[in-house]
């Protein structure tokens, strides 16, 4: 595992744990931390680098933030952009599992078939490599929804959903050398809780196991990606300063680290990452959820229980918790004709679309005037990225010095915005102020917190970095992979 015989010299490879959990913020982490509700998290800080705001990809939705981390590009590269969303070329609808009330409409087997049968194997696009394509040491992916590797694979489905029609009992797929999907495909072998209550498996508790038993057996590859998902539902349901989901994870965690001995033989032997995925934000206990069905109302709304549009409909709203995508259908209708109506809704703070001249428009709810941007030009922002920019900055809360861009409310604001227009669509994305949530027919209600949106409330994670004095270029996810595979290199 850690040492390997190279032409009579021994060369020594840390092997590298990243930790990825769920809606971890830096405030509760710090706030348990100090309670002493988080030891093995504060012992992995105290020995490390701490790191509070790294920026996530947008939409700030998990799928489509993984799948940003794992191939170093934007949805608008590798095609998912977001928990649900109109795939332009397949002229389809996708809904990877948004809550229990949407998935019954859009249809389980729908649902089901998007994220075990198509999300890997035909969804990510074939243009972009994932960290675990790119690179020929062996990785290991736990109980995450992105895996895409190079050897094929079967899962096994459970065998309620086969029995019900669900899913076929085999599903074929391409997996890292590594590789554990709940009680569908797992390291262990070991006898695994097959209920729905148990997730099938993909749970925190599980990715502990899986990761333990690399470590016993010797088998720990140079690059582990290990999922912990259950603080997010924790966090959704009781908002932001509950620190349950984090003193939970913490558990987990511990014996991962015993498993190496003790906790400083860890840390000597293996490099460890641990990364959030998005924030969330704490949801008003009045007037919370803004029904877009009310806002388009003059509109035809493709109904939910189909994934193809017919003539007839005009629109198409996928909700994204605190973003929505709307794609226009019908030709007679404008870019302005829906923005007019959005930008009557106060709690809707970003309301962007791109002309075919490549520009993208914002404008607000909330303010007036209008802002416009597109890649190359004169202005330099923060992370080196070039722009043109024209009309009111304060759209975005840009501020520039000279011509440098500064980001302010929206962190890496134009180029996460850029990345989540997809050219073949008339999409318009909206994003709804801290507070709010976005619903259509049959979206989810939070009633702690969410996320999805660009603020920076839903954006920044922190991040520990222990046994290693290294950082990515920029502290974004979407220069992860970059880091992780010259550290690799090394
Ligand atoms: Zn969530």
């Not at 389980?108 to 994220?115: C, E, T």
């Not at 009680?183 to 925190?204: A, E, H, Q, R, Y």
Request: charged letters at 20%.
């Amino acid at each position: 595992m850690v040492e390997q015989m190279k032409e009579g010299t021994f060369i020594i490879h840390k092997p590298i744990i990243c930790l990825l959990i769920d809606s971890l913020m830096d405030t509760p982490l710090q706030e348990e931390i100090q309670a002493g509700r988080a030891p093995t998290l504060q012992f992995l800080r105290d020995n490390g680098t701490y790191f509070p705001r790294v920026v996530s990809s947008f939409p700030t939705m998990s799928v489509s933030i993984d799948t940003t981390m794992l191939t170093g590009e934007p949805p608008n590269k590798h095609g998912i952009y977001g928990l649900t969303y109109y795939h332009s070329q397949q002229k389809k609808v996708f809904n990877f599992g948004t809550g229990p009330k949407e998935i019954l409409f859009f249809g389980l087997k729908r649902v089901l078939h998007a994220a075990i049968m198509q999300l890997n194997q035909k969804l990510i696009s074939k243009d972009v490599e994932t960290i675990h394509e790119a690179t020929e040491k062996p990785t290991a992916a736990i109980n995450s929804m992105i895996y895409r590797g190079n050897q094929p694979a079967t899962l096994k489905t459970p065998w309620l959903a086969w029995l019900f029609g669900l899913l076929p009992r085999n599903v074929e797929t391409s997996v890292p050398s590594h590789f554990s999907f709940g009680s569908l495909f797992n390291i262990t072998k070991k006898s695994l809780p097959k209920t729905f209550l148990s997730k099938f498996g993909m749970n925190d508790h599980f990715s502990s196991m899986e990761i333990i038993s690399l470590i016993e057996e010797d088998k720990l590859p140079p690059l582990s990606l290990v999922y912990f998902p259950g603080n997010d539902t924790v966090v959704h349901k009781k908002g932001t300063s509950e620190g349950k989901g984090i003193k939970k994870v913490d558990e987990e965690i511990s014996p991962i680290l015993n498993a190496f001995g003790s906790w400083e033989e860890a840390i000597q032997k293996c490099n460890f990452i641990v990364l959030g995925d998005s924030g969330q934000t704490n949801m008003m206990k009045k007037d919370t959820y803004v029904d877009l069905r009310k806002i388009l109302r003059p509109y035809s709304i493709m109904p939910l229980s189909r994934d193809t549009p017919k003539p007839q409909d005009q629109l198409i709203i996928c909700v994204n918790e605190r973003m929505s995508y709307i794609t226009i259908l019908d030709d007679n209708i404008s870019y302005q004709d829906i923005v007019r109506l959005c930008k009557a809704e106060k709690k809707i703070d970003v309301i962007a679309w791109q002309t075919e001249d490549r520009w993208i428009h914002v404008v607000s709810g909330q303010t007036d005037g209008a802002l416009s941007f597109r890649p190359d030009g004169d202005y330099t922002d923060e992370y080196n990225q070039k722009w043109q920019l024209e009309g009111d900055i304060s759209i975005l809360d840009l501020t520039l010095d000279d011509h440098q861009i500064q980001y302010g409310l929206y962190p890496d604001a134009l180029s996460r915005l850029a990345g989540a227009m997809d050219p073949a669509s008339r999409n318009i994305i909206i994003t709804i102020s801290p507070g709010y949530e976005l619903v259509g027919k049959a979206s989810p209600k939070h009633k702690g917190a969410s996320h999805g949106s660009l603020h920076h409330l839903d954006s920044l994670v922190p991040m520990i970095v222990t046994g290693m004095d290294n950082q990515p270029e920029h502290l974004r996810l979407i220069d992860l992979k970059k880091w992780f595979l010259n550290l690799l290199q090394e």
